[in-house]
């Protein structure tokens, strides 16, 4: 299994407070994405990670902020958490390999907003 | 704007039957991927699709890649209970830093 960890697993906050969620890596691969994940929405993403400190929105990026600080470590910070917010989010790693660039996923992280 | 659409989104099949998944997705991609998610559970990789015509195997189901029709297929040979579980296809957006779209997913229930 590829080396991927998300903490924490589970988290329940209040609205209004800010949230970070952490994904760490031991693969040293460059890509790094943060999705959320809701039922009947498959799963979308909210910003990626193409090396240290380079990233991008995906397509649900609103209310959410990330940082790349070293290879390892991709951070996903909501500002200030929404009951809209409450889902299950999945950090994915990727290899550099061009022609796979299969992604692999976390364990996730149960988010709930009261 | 890359679009993917699976159906059918829910499937409940008898054992020993066979089905087939189907993903269409909306732009030129020549890169797509098939994932089996068991409840309360991460993805896991099934199937990398890299190239028109392209078919893959394992046990009881075969994923298959028809680029120019921008279709993909999950076929089910005699199913058992151990396939029930949620089957996401995603297709690579082309030159992207390798983003995915995931299709909608497709919740199998295999019952005896």
């Known amino acids: 299994d590829a080396g991927i960890t998300q903490s924490p697993r589970h988290k329940v906050t209040e609205t209004g407070t800010p949230v970070t969620l952490r994904c760490h890596q031991t693969?040293?691969?460059?890509?790094m994405y943060w999705y959320r994940q809701d039922p009947g929405h498959g799963l979308r993403l909210i910003h990626y990670?193409?090396?240290?400190?380079?990233?991008d929105k995906g397509e649900v990026s609103d209310g959410y902020s990330v940082s790349r600080s070293k290879t390892e470590d991709f951070l996903l910070t909501l500002e200030s958490a929404t009951s809209s917010q409450t889902s299950v989010y999945f950090c994915?790693?990727?290899?550099?390999?061009?022609?796979?660039?299969?992604?692999?996923f976390g364990p996730g992280t149960r988010l709930t907003v009261t | 704007e890359l679009k993917v659409e699976q159906n059918p989104l829910f499937l409940s099949m008898q054992e020993g039957k066979n089905y087939t998944i189907y993903c269409n997705y909306s732009?030129?991609?020549?890169?797509l991927y098939w994932y089996r998610q068991d409840p309360g559970k991460s993805l896991e990789s099934l199937f990398v699709?890299?190239?028109?015509?392209a078919v893959k195997q394992e046990g009881r189901l075969m994923a298959s890649l028809d680029t120019k029709a921008r279709l993909s297929t999950l076929h089910i040979t005699a199913a058992v209970h151990d396939l029930s579980a949620t089957y996401f296809c995603?297709?690579?957006?082309?030159?992207?830093?390798?983003?995915?779209?995931f299709g909608k997913g497709t919740l199998l229930t295999v019952n005896p």
């Open positions: 732009t030129t991609s020549d890169r």
């Open positions: 990670s193409y090396g240290v400190k380079d990233t």
């Open positions: 994915a790693i990727s290899e550099s390999d061009r022609v796979r660039h299969e992604q692999y």
């Open positions: 693969e040293n691969h460059r890509y």
């Open positions: 995603a297709v690579d957006n082309r030159g992207s830093n390798y983003k995915l779209t």
């Open positions: 699709l890299l190239s028109n015509g």
